[in-house]
Every structure is written in structure tokens, then in C-alpha cells.
């Protein structure tokens, strides 16, 4: 139906307005429900991440001091192994935060989905309706 077709019933024009505002409303409160959840998400994976790395170099701390009177080739060897494993662990950190990272996006794409089904349907129904009391 156009604008043209519903003639002076504003009530018609105003209630699907209505309706379309309800969904973007909805809309807008999934997206920040996800970021509010995606947010802790990413602390709580930042505070294992520092606590993890806080783990390793309070044992690195120890094996230097255990390795204080070590010859200077085992200390560099103890250096060169602690900084391979801090590597280690911040690769293990970077798959951690992508692996995170696309599920998140899938979350975000769900919602948007979900919106665009949402308002596909609105308008499907908006079309066959002629803003006529239904009969029936």
C-alpha cells in the first residue's frame, strides 16, 4: 500500500511507525546488552592474561635467584628460555583474544540478522495490510 493509498487514515501510517520504532528499540538494547557482556568478556580474559604473566615472571624471579651463582652461558640460557616462554604465552594470548574476537562477531551478526528478519516481516505484513478493519 503507498501513502498515497491510505488516504487521511494517519492512525494506519502512525501504527506502523510505531511498530518499526519498537523494533529499533529492541534492536538498540540487544546490541548494548552484547556489548556490555562482550566487555566483561574481554576483562575478565585481560585479568587472566596479567595473572598469568605475573605467575611466569614471579617463577622467573626465582629461578634467577636460585641461578645467582650460575656461570654467565646457564644464566643466558635461563634468559633466553624465560623469553621464549613469554613468548609462548602471548601467542597463546593473541589466539585467545581472536578466537574471542569472532565469536563476538558472529554474536554482533546474529543480532543483526535477527533485526533484519525482524523488520522483513513487518513489512511483508505492512504490505498486505490495507489499513482496513480485518474482516473476520
Known amino acids: 500500500m503507498t501513502l ?3 488516504g487521511t487514515d494517519t492512525g494506519f501510517i502512525h501504527g506502523h511507525a510505531a511498530e518499526h520504532a519498537g523494533t529499533e528499540h529492541r534492536h538498540v538494547e540487544d546490541h548494548r546488552r552484547l556489548s556490555q557482556e562482550h566487555l566483561a568478556a574481554h576483562q575478565a ?11 611466569l615472571a614471579d ?3 626465582a629461578e634467577h635467584e636460585k641461578a645467582a651463582d650460575a656461570r654467565s652461558a646457564q644464566k ?3 634468559s633466553a628460555r624465560h623469553a621464549f616462554e ?6 597463546k594470548h593473541a589466539g585467545q583474544l581472536a578466537w574471542m574476537e569472532l565469536r563476538h562477531a558472529g554474536e554482533r551478526i ?14 511483508r505484513r505492512h504490505a498486505r495490510d490495507d489499513g482496513r478493519p480485518q474482516r473476520v
Open 76 to 78: 643466558a640460557a635461563i
Open 4 to 6: 498515497e493509498q491510505t
Open 45 to 55: 580474559l585481560c585479568d587472566r592474561h596479567v595473572d598469568e604473566h605475573t605467575g
Open 110 to 123: 546474529g543480532v543483526d540478522a535477527r533485526h533484519a528478519f525482524e523488520l522483513s516481516a513487518q513489512e
Open 59 to 61: 617463577r622467573h624471579v
Open 86 to 91: 613469554h613468548l609462548l604465552l602471548e601467542a
